[in-house]
């Protein structure tokens, strides 16, 4: 791989972010919202729980840790998308760009902008509520680390999904990561979810991230067995969500890429 080939492509999907307003509205103005919303809605809930004094904690760092992921997928899809939209990927291909480069300027781009959206948030948590999420220490490195591996293996199995189908399937760029919400566990136990739910949940990485999260704001204390088993299931997803977005492009070269749209 070429570092200026990279760099290229890291440039192009950043201009795409200076010029358009949906995205600075993705990173900025949804962020905001669901801060002012959940937030509002964890204090009035506070209200009928003397000794809950930690819910608006819980629940914002829920809401900020969630948009490690979603930036992660995010990122890789829709500029997957942009290519597709503007019929550009033959262009690009037919430089010497190779495969492998792309990838890795997808990811660059979504761990650039994760930082950029997660900072705006918990300044904002900060400035609205006085919350200060950077006292969890450093369980946040490994947690954010974490978090965005499960961004990509998200975003990597959808791209691939869309190379195969196309852009008749683009909601899944936005819709897909948000079926893991309810398994993940971001705001509550996972004890109160169904049995076969609990099934689900143990399969998730992020489900353990979720609980180590609470398990930091209640006692301080963080079970590292949780954290492994994150990273493990991270990286087994990782190896095969590469291995089908390969698939996918393979199989797209096949057919010429002028006919993926």
């Excluded at 998308?81 to 760009?97: Q, T, Y």
């Excluded at 369980?139 to 691939?160: D, E, K, R």
């Excluded at 136990?189 to 143990?202: H, K, R, T």
């Excluded at 999260?213 to 990286?235: Q, T």
Aim: aromatic residues 20%.
């Amino acid at each position: 791989m070429k570092n200026h080939r990279i760099y290229g492509m890291i440039l192009r999907y950043m201009y795409y972010f200076k010029h358009s307003f949906d995205r600075i509205s993705d990173t900025f103005y949804w962020p905001t919202l669901d801060l002012v919303m959940w937030g509002l809605t964890s204090v009035y809930a506070k209200s009928f729980m003397p000794q809950g004094s930690q819910i608006i904690l819980v629940i914002l760092s829920g809401i900020i840790f969630w948009i490690i992921i979603w930036r992660g997928q995010y990122e890789i899809t829709v500029n997957l998308l942009e290519e597709l939209w503007n019929r550009n990927l033959v262009n690009i291909f037919s430089s010497p760009l190779k495969f492998s480069e792309w990838v890795v300027s997808f990811i660059i781009v979504g761990v650039i902008k994760a930082i950029i959206s997660f900072t705006f948030a918990v300044f904002m948590a900060f400035l609205l509520y006085k919350i200060k999420v950077f006292e969890l220490g450093f369980y946040v490195i490994p947690f954010i680390i974490s978090l965005l591996l499960t961004g990509w293996c998200v975003g990597f199995f959808v791209a691939g999904i869309i190379l195969r189908f196309g852009s008749k399937l683009q909601t899944l760029a936005w819709s897909f990561v948000w079926v893991l919400g309810p398994f993940s566990a971001i705001y509550y136990p996972v004890s109160l979810l169904p049995e076969w739910a609990q099934i689900v949940s143990s399969a998730l990485p992020t489900s353990y991230i979720f609980e180590g999260l609470r398990e930091v704001i209640y006692s301080g204390r963080l079970d590292y067995s949780k954290l492994m088993m994150s990273f493990a299931l991270n990286s087994v997803y990782l190896i095969f969500s590469l291995a089908f977005l390969k698939a996918s492009f393979a199989k797209v070269l096949e057919k010429g890429l002028v006919k993926v749209y």
